[in-house]
């Protein structure tokens, strides 16, 4: 069975543009999250789908935004690109929700010029 | 806030060696996972768990989780160079929907 995959792999944008990475989870999860991991950090946690709502949210601001599709799959977008926005974005999937494992993508590596 | 705090941070040892990670919280969690995470991937799960006073193996790793859920250790036996990487407790603290990572252990086995 496919894991969970994310597209694209890397990504190189300048400040003030716009992104949007994909996400499809494991076959028969209904649930996605999404994380943001700097270099040498641990993951934070941005955002919790579970069907198609919005079920939880990290510190994150206005600028993150995301939403779950009826196949489950993801999208995370982020406007107004920063320097500081430069990171792997991670996804993760699971069959209902965060009390239990998440499996997580390879994810997508962000750069901001 | 929730936090998961690991220790200790950085961590390089022989090949052979035995060690110890622990994770720990203020916060009560229904459940706490283990990752190990490499260079350009994503966290690989190791174990989830669950119990108060639970201790699960994974071959040369043993897993224990607090009686009162609020911290975790992670104990390798005879380490080797595959086990080097690094290593995040995690889980969502009860009543939350924010899953949280500790601040992760960097290990390396030299040869």
């Known amino acids: 069975d496919a894991g969970v995959t994310q597209s694209p792999t890397h990504l190189i944008k300048t400040r003030g543009q716009h992104v949007t990475l994909r996400c499809s989870p494991i076959?028969?999860?209904?649930?996605v999250s999404w994380y943001q991991q700097v270099l040498g950090q641990g993951p934070q946690f941005i955002f919790q789908?579970?069907?198609?709502?919005?079920?939880g949210r990290g510190n994150f601001p206005d600028r993150f935004s995301a939403r779950q599709f009826p196949n489950y799959s993801s999208e995370l977008n982020v406007n107004a690109l920063l320097l500081g926005d430069s990171a792997l974005y991670l996804c993760?999937?699971?069959?209902?929700?965060?009390?239990?494992?998440?499996?997580f993508g390879d994810g997508t590596r962000l750069s901001i010029l | 806030t929730q936090l998961l705090e690991q220790s200790p941070q950085f961590l390089s040892i022989q090949e052979g060696e035995n060690l110890t990670v622990y994770c720990n919280s203020s916060?009560?969690?229904?459940?706490l996972q283990w990752y190990r995470q490499e260079p350009g991937e994503g966290p690989v799960l190791l174990v989830t768990?669950?119990?108060?006073?639970e201790v699960k193996k994974l071959k040369r790793l043993t897993f224990q989780f607090g009686d009162a859920r609020k911290d975790s250790s992670l104990h390798i036996t005879a380490a080797q160079p595959g086990d080097t990487g690094l290593y995040l407790c995690?889980?969502?603290?009860?009543?939350?929907?924010?899953?949280?990572f500790g601040t992760g252990t960097r290990l390396k086995v030299l040869a």
């Open positions: 993760a999937s699971s069959h209902r929700g965060l009390d239990q494992p998440q499996h």
């Open positions: 076959s028969g999860h209904k649930s």
């Open positions: 789908y579970y069907e198609k709502e919005e079920r």
């Open positions: 916060s009560v969690f229904s459940s």
């Open positions: 768990v669950v119990t108060g006073g």
């Open positions: 995690a889980g969502a603290a009860s009543g939350t929907y924010k899953y949280i």
